[in-house]
């Protein structure tokens, strides 16, 4: 490896083959104008990156590990599950749509673990995070039952495990 790449640029350079591998892998085209633009949109989203970590100073990295697998796989799940309930819900008059909004009360405290577990919420169907705070996040769900169930914590322990 010459002397002039540090481990900051060897992250970058991990991140685009990255990128680039997983762009090619969803879209399945190899032409040369796809494979072209998919290159460049590649750069230019590292480079956005590299400015951002420039700015704030504060890189951010989550590492690939086991547990987040599993979160990810648990986290699919859950959203199937969701899925069926919101359709339910539409479907059959006997079952409520009582939407509500309420205060989640969190204990993550990275910046990270609040993205992953806010998103985490609203990619499942039926809820909604509102706002972000450092002790609370504000959702919007379909049916108290699952704020219900997001109180109950298990989501926030899977992430809280995964050491982000």
Not at 70 to 84: Q, Y
Not at 86 to 92: E, H, Q, Y
Not at 114 to 124: D, E, F, P, Q
Not at 134 to 144: G, I, P, T
Request: aromatic share 10%; with cysteine; glycine share 6%.
């Amino acid at each position: 490896m010459p002397a002039d790449v540090d481990f900051q640029d060897m992250h970058f350079i991990i991140v685009a083959l990255t990128l680039f591998l997983f762009w090619l892998l969803l879209s399945g085209h190899f032409t040369v104008l796809l494979l072209g633009l998919g290159g460049l949109s590649t750069l230019l989203v590292v480079w956005i990156l590299r400015r951002m970590d420039r700015v704030d100073g504060e890189s951010t990295t989550a590492h690939f590990s086991l547990r987040l697998l599993g979160f990810c796989s648990w986290l699919l799940w859950c959203v199937v599950k969701a899925n069926v309930d919101v359709v339910r819900r539409i479907w059959d008059p006997s079952l409520p749509i009582d939407p509500c909004w309420r205060r989640l009360d969190t204990q993550v405290t990275s910046n990270l673990e609040k993205t992953l577990y806010a998103n985490s919420i609203t990619l499942t169907p039926g809820t909604l995070t509102t706002d972000v705070r450092d002790d609370h996040f504000m959702v919007h769900s379909l049916s108290e039952a699952a704020i219900e169930e997001l109180k109950a914590g298990e989501m926030e322990r899977r992430i809280r495990r995964i050491g982000l």
